[in-house]
């Protein structure tokens, strides 16, 4: 794969294994601004994962996120709907459906997503896009996607010790703009991001919500520094990994709201 400059949590996890070889990803970690944001999305993780009501409801707050992750992976595809009628099951539409397909099935994948991560994206891209493309394309990214698919797998499977909102970041803007399916491939990128940061031990519990992250700070915002980092120069790849930790903090200020609305009951 060809990570834009020669580069591409926190706690490691099962999935961050210490590489032997040199770890391409490593120089990220030097560019502007990079290591400070991934350190304060750490913390605003950490303090999530503190929330005293995690010790109990964990599970009703991950479902909480998951449908929350869903409206806003949807929102920046330019479907945006009100969580109310989402909640109540008064949405249709198959950019929705398959947001919300995705999202709930993250649980199911996290083992597997470390070893077969290949086979995990066309699990994804087969639920993201049932209802959009037809069957005989579903889970079959084109052929010239291949090769940087294949390095983008063994960023994956062959661990990295860099903090795991990075590899994440990593992760979502090689798809999202390879967009190795041409459909649903926003949609595939942002949830193969959030398997990672769950993987690697950064959200184990999955209660964070980065899509809302990426949402509140703005389509064209996202837009933009996601054309950063396809054009592979180092600012606009640094911009991308700092604006991924800024999400992901905002995301876990949306998981502490969840647990504070769980808490007044």
Known sequence: MTIPVRPGAGRPGPAATRPTAPDPLAPLLDLPGVRAAADGARGAVDRLLGHRVLRRESGRVSAESALRGARASAALEGVDVPL???????????????????????????????????????????????????????????????????GLFGLLTGG????????????????????????????VARAASRLTVIARGLDPKAVSVPEVGFAELGRDAYRDALAGYASGRPEGVAAWLVHCCRATAHGAQEGLAVCESLLRG
């Open 84 to 150: 109310a009628e989402l909640r109540a099951g008064e949405v249709d539409d198959p950019v929705v459906q398959g947001a919300l397909r995705t999202s709930g099935a993250l649980g199911g994948l996290v083992e597997t997503w470390s070893r077969a991560p290949g086979q995990v994206l066309a699990r994804l891209h087969v639920l993201a896009a049932a209802d959009l493309v037809d069957r005989e394309r579903l889970g079959r990214p084109a052929g010239p996607a291949g090769p940087r698919l294949a």
């Open 160 to 187: 990295t010790a860099v903090p795991a909102v990075v590899q994440a970041a990593v992760v979502h803007g090689e798809l999202a703009a390879l967009a190795p399916f041409g459909s649903a491939d926003g949609i």
